[in-house]
Every structure is written in C-alpha cells, then in structure tokens.
C-alpha cells in the first residue's frame, strides 16, 4: 500500500512569488493535515480536512495560504505571495478515521526555501 | 496553552547502550500521546500510541511509558542501534475537535559505533 506522497520535496522561490504544494493522502483516508516546522521551531498545525471539508484551519497563519481539498481526494497548499517567514518543511498526514487513536501517517514533507 | 516540552534536545551515546529521552506536557483535555521517530529528510513514523489509562507500551526495543498524573512521559531505548539514529518527537492530542496535534521539538539522537 502506497503511503503519503508530498510533491514536490523541495521548492525555491522568491519572496512575492507563489508556490503550490501538493499531498496525496493513502487512499482510503478521509482525514487529511497539513502541518509545517519553520526552522528551529516544533511541528506545527496548520488545518484539518475530513473528505472535502475544512474541519479546523485555526493552525493557518494568514490569508496567504489557501489549502483546498477537491473530491475529497488529494489536497493543495497554495502559499501566494510567498513570505520569508514562509520557509521550512510542510508535511501533509492521513488518517482513516477520527476515533481515540486516530493514527495519522505523515509525508516525506516538502521543503521551501524563500529567498 | 498547550505544550510540550522535550529534554534533552540531543544525545550522543555508543551502540548497544541503553538511553531515555523524556517529555513532560501541559495539554488538556488530555486524549492520547504518542512517540514518532523522525529520520533525516523523511517524515514523522509512529512508535507508540497511549491513551490516559494506559501506562506503558512497548513496540520492540521501545519502551514508552505515561504517567498521566504528572503529565510526563519517557521513551527507552534498549541495545541502541545505528539505525536508532534520529528525531524523536513527542506528541499529545487534546480532546478537541480533529485531534489536533500538539508536537513536542524533538530529541536527536544520534547512535555512533
């Protein structure tokens, strides 16, 4: 069974650019998140898509990142204009269902570099 | 606020040791934590899953154990490993919609010959 598979593992830009990172989730799994760890900082939250639905965004910093889950299937992040601050690895996790254990599976991750 | 907080950030030891790392966290409503190894370039991959009645979980040579009270957690490792080189990242989730994660910074551990 393939696991989660982030695309692309990394991405320059510069600063005022946009860049699109794209999560396949394992087939199957409803929920899907986005975290990210900006350097030398924790893993943090981004949001929480169950099917197609946004069902907590409350970890996405700004109105420049606009992820979207259509078909319930793969998710983008869309980070337009890219910042700075924007730079570090952005993991992508699934999981198949919502109970106490709700083990998540991670991506490889894709690291952005803003310059 | 939630938080976790993890010690030490890095650690050196000799293959065939033994080591601890700990975690201690402040989130609340607890619901479960859990233990990822982190390899270099890759994505987290769960060790152990615990919830509040549960008080220790072994998966191989790891041992993760929970003391709910306290709100501390430790993770042993027995006859280390090179292949045991990595992150070691502990994570609470809160009883809140979506099981939102609360990660911890990691301990690095690194395994030498």
């Known amino acids: 069974e393939a696991g989660v598979t982030q695309f692309p593992s990394h991405s320059v830009i510069e600063k005022g650019q946009t860049v699109t990172l794209r999560c396949d989730p394992i087939?199957?799994?409803?929920?899907l998140y986005w975290y990210r760890r900006v350097m030398g900082k924790e893993i943090k939250f981004l949001l929480h898509?169950?099917?197609?639905?946004?069902?907590?965004e409350s970890g996405m910093p700004n109105n420049r990142f606009l992820a979207e889950r259509t078909g319930g299937t793969y998710s983008t992040l869309k980070v337009q204009p890219a910042e700075l601050e924007d730079s570090g690895v952005y993991f992508c996790?699934?999981?198949?269902?919502?109970?106490?254990?709700?083990?998540?599976?991670f991506g490889p991750g894709t690291r952005l570099t803003v310059l | 606020k939630n938080q976790v907080e993890q010690s030490p950030q890095s650690l050196i030891i000799l293959e065939g040791k033994n080591c601890t790392l700990q975690?201690?966290?402040?989130?609340?409503?607890?619901?479960?934590l859990r233990w990822y190894k982190q390899d270099t370039g890759r994505g987290p991959v769960s060790l152990t899953i615990?919830?509040?009645?549960?008080n220790t979980k072994s998966n191989g040579r790891y041992t993760a154990t929970l003391d709910a009270d306290t709100k501390q957690s430790s993770l042993h490792i027995t006859a280390s490993q090179l292949s045991d080189s990595a992150s070691y990242i502990c994570?609470?989730?809160?009883?809140?919609?979506?099981?939102?994660?609360?990660f911890g910074g990691g301990t690095r551990l690194m395994v030498k010959p």
């Open positions: 996790a699934s999981s198949q269902d919502g109970g106490i254990y709700n083990e998540q599976f």
């Open positions: 087939s199957g799994h409803d929920n």
């Open positions: 898509f169950v099917k197609e639905s946004k069902q907590d």
């Open positions: 975690c201690n966290y402040t989130v609340s409503p607890f619901s479960n």
């Open positions: 615990m919830t509040f009645s549960e």
């Open positions: 994570v609470v989730s809160a009883k809140n919609a979506g099981n939102m994660l609360t």
